[in-house]
């Protein structure tokens, strides 16, 4: 809007507000964009267009695993600045893992003015269970020992700065939806295939929570009363069902009993999984009945969770991606027989598009829509106090 504009938008005199647009400019808030036409009839002087310099702010986030703390700086645009990895050991006792969080979360911080960004909040992302509103991981399945972690006090007791958690997953799903290949969409669900199955939804261009924070937790949905136990205790979730060493085991003629002690150990899914995927497109006929298997199933959990939230898009992210059509193809045919077919016609399913980032891209659109919101939107967004302090 131009510097008119925001006069007769807001009533505030052309002198202060010509004062106050300086001073944002000279703070690197705002910049100077397009020259605009002259207003109303055409007579006058052209005039220039200002907007919020989204390049210039920026979050600083933390993800992490079982293998792997990441830090990154993100600026509002979307735009990864900064990025580093440190590896972990899976059996790191809980209160030296957090401390690392909290080192890497600082490193990011420091790197901001490297990056030519200022960062105005720090974005955490956990791999399970959490309890926004006491700000704390309840539980994360695939890593040992993380259960009922204080992660937003001690980061920002850390920093100084005000700082937002929330599960990766959930991260992962606003990121897709504002940057990635959720644009354009207000209603998605996002499912993405790592060691297990995580989720995200996004309803209305929201960040949906539930009651804790843990909505969208579809891996632990039950798709089958006699399935593979799960890591979370449970049998026949669609987190058993499709974890990727299960799958290879099978491809590699293992039986069902000997596939599911192999998918305990854990081992080495990546490469079984890579090298199963690689098969099938060469034509195996073993590999094309597992992952046929593998869609089949992944079907009924996402057609339970279309029912429950008629979404517009689906976004499939991780090992999804690298499947391609040889499971999509199969899931859009069978979506329809676990869900009412006005519901499965009318959705696009889509492969993600950020990878790795897209946590991260979730944070810095969320402290984006939190910082700039007048006070009566930001009342309206269902998120507990400790997620509006940025606003």
């Not at 009533?11 to 202060?16: E, H, K, L, Q, Y």
């Not at 907007?51 to 735009?79: K, P, S």
């Not at 069902?241 to 085991?249: N, S, Y």
Request: glycine fraction near 14%.
């Amino acid at each position: 809007m131009s510097r008119a504009g925001l006069n007769e938008r807001t009533g505030v005199p052309a002198s202060r507000l010509s004062s106050a647009c300086g001073e944002l400019l000279r703070n690197g808030l705002i910049r100077e964009t397009t020259v605009a036409p002259a207003h109303g009839n055409g007579r006058g002087r052209p005039q220039t267009l200002l907007e919020v310099d989204l390049r210039g702010l920026a979050i600083a986030g933390a993800q992490y695993d079982h293998e792997h703390i990441t830090a990154a700086v993100v600026d509002l645009a979307g735009v990864v600045r900064w990025q580093r990895r440190w590896d972990t050991g899976p059996d790191e006792p809980a209160n030296r893992r957090l401390q690392r969080i909290v080192l890497a979360t600082r490193e990011a911080i420091a790197s901001g003015p490297k990056a030519m960004a200022r960062v105005v909040g720090v974005g955490i992302a956990d791999p399970g269970t959490v309890n926004l509103a006491a700000g704390r991981a309840v539980r994360a399945v695939n890593v040992p020992g993380w259960e009922n972690v204080p992660v937003l006090d001690a980061v920002r007791h850390a920093t100084g700065l005000p700082a937002v958690l929330h599960r990766g997953d959930g991260w992962a799903a606003l990121g897709e939806v504002v940057f990635g290949a959720g644009r354009g969409a207000r209603n998605a669900l996002y499912v993405t295939l790592l060691e297990g199955i995580g989720g995200g939804i996004v309803e209305q261009g929201r960040l949906l929570g539930g009651r804790d924070g843990s909505a969208g937790e579809i891996g632990h949905t039950r798709v089958s009363d006699d399935g593979p136990v799960c890591g979370c205790g449970g049998r026949g979730c669609l987190e058993a069902h499709l974890a990727p060493a299960r799958l290879a085991a099978l491809w590699r003629g293992m039986s069902a009993e000997q596939a599911q002690r192999v998918t305990r150990r854990g081992e080495a899914p990546d490469d079984a999984f890579s090298q199963m995927l690689l098969a099938a497109r060469r034509g195996d006929a073993k590999a094309k009945h597992v992952l046929h298997d593998a869609a089949i199933a992944l079907a009924r959990g996402l057609g339970n969770a279309v029912s429950l939230l008629n979404p517009e898009r689906i976004i499939l992210g991780g090992r999804f991606v690298a499947s391609g059509d040889m499971l999509l193809d199969t899931l859009r045919r069978a979506l329809d027989r676990y869900t009412l077919g006005e519901f499965a016609r009318g959705i696009e399913i889509r492969a993600a598009e950020l990878g790795a980032d897209a946590s991260f891209c979730g944070m810095a659109a969320y402290v984006r829509d939190r910082l700039f919101a007048y006070p009566s939107v930001g009342a309206t967004i269902d998120a507990p106090t400790a997620l509006t302090e940025v606003a």
